[in-house]
């Protein structure tokens, strides 16, 4: 049986979304008489890390967002890291402030989001900006959750009721996927490494969301019949036939045969990501400049932006 789950083009949708934000960045810089600004935080030499940074800085670049990258060796202290964010939280020209995560052991990461200015808060990982989100209030909001719930949203707009299990409980995508999925009033279970027979969980969701890092981990008896899976995974694995590298997701590609619609990976979440993160960077800009989003041609509510 070949697999029959639609694909959600996460690709087509971050490129919609990208076009808006540039039409908002175009509105912006024609009413303040500047570009918005996204300074960027990149410790250390993690290759992956160097990645995204430098996908994240073309996007801005390509939708009108002038960006700043402060790279610092991974040694540097704690207070340089502060002290950075600090002179960052006072210019007038920085919209958007982001740290590249993971930072190395001897950082305190916890600190380090609680420094930044929760309206220059464009990863929506200030303790602020988490706890407006599962109170359901406007915020700035993390930008992989986002996306995935575009993405589902797209397939279907209203999860009333709906099962949704999210498996990872971290605070960059597990647990605010879950307070989105809750606002969108789902029904929302959290497996994580504890969890016992996640399994059997995930064979209830309607909406099954994962974020682990293992690949090949969701095996087609996993899923429910026409779920919808959405894949956070990003795992380089390396084929044992040629010896090339590639990039899979925490989902087993014949999961396809029993899922209603599942995104690839790559080309599902990652450009997701990326596009909220300006989507994002804009909000905050507009809110610094006093411009309320429909000036900007943006909704008040980010959620239903790519609608
Ligand atoms: N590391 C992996 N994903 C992300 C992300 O979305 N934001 C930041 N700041 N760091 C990350």
């Known amino acids: 049986m070949s697999g029959t789950a639609l694909r959600i083009d996460g690709n087509e949708a971050a490129a919609r979304l990208r076009a808006r934000v540039a039409q908002a960045a175009a509105k912006f810089a024609a009413l303040t008489g500047r570009k918005p600004g996204l300074a960027v935080i990149l410790v250390g030499d993690d290759p992956a890390s160097h990645v995204y940074v430098r996908s994240k800085l073309q996007r801005a670049a390509e939708v009108g967002i002038v960006s700043n990258v402060m790279r610092f060796p991974s040694g540097v202290s704690e207070a340089e890291i502060l002290g950075q964010i600090a002179a960052w939280n006072a210019a007038d020209d920085v919209d958007g402030i982001l740290v590249q995560l993971p930072l190395p052991d001897h950082v305190n990461t916890l600190r380090v989001m609680a420094a930044i ?71 929302v279970t959290v497996a994580h490494i504890h969890t016992r027979d996640t399994p059997f969980l995930c064979r209830g969701a309607d909406i099954l969301v994962t974020a682990v890092g293992k690949p090949g981990l969701v095996r087609p008896d996993w899923v429910k019949p026409r779920a919808i899976v959405i894949d956070v995974g990003i795992n380089r694995v390396q084929d044992p036939a040629s010896g090339k590298f590639r990039i899979v997701g925490d ?57």
């Open 251 to 307: 989902v087993d590609p014949s999961a396809a045969q029993v899922a209603g619609a599942l995104t690839p990976v790559p080309g599902g979440v990652g450009p997701m990501t990326i596009a909220c993160l300006l989507l994002n960077t804009l909000q905050a800009a507009g809110s610094t400049a006093r411009l309320a989003p429909a000036t900007l041609g943006l909704a008040d509510d980010p959620i239903n932006q790519a609608a």
């Open 117 to 187: 200015d929760p309206d220059k808060d464009v990863d929506g990982l200030h303790a602020l900006n988490a706890g407006k989100v599962s109170q359901n209030a406007t915020a700035l909001v993390p930008c992989t959750p986002l996306g995935c719930l575009m993405l589902i949203k797209q397939v279907t707009p209203d999860l009333t009721g709906m099962n949704a299990v999210v498996l990872g409980s971290s605070n960059i995508v597990g647990k605010p996927m879950a307070a989105l999925l809750l606002a969108e009033r789902a029904t």
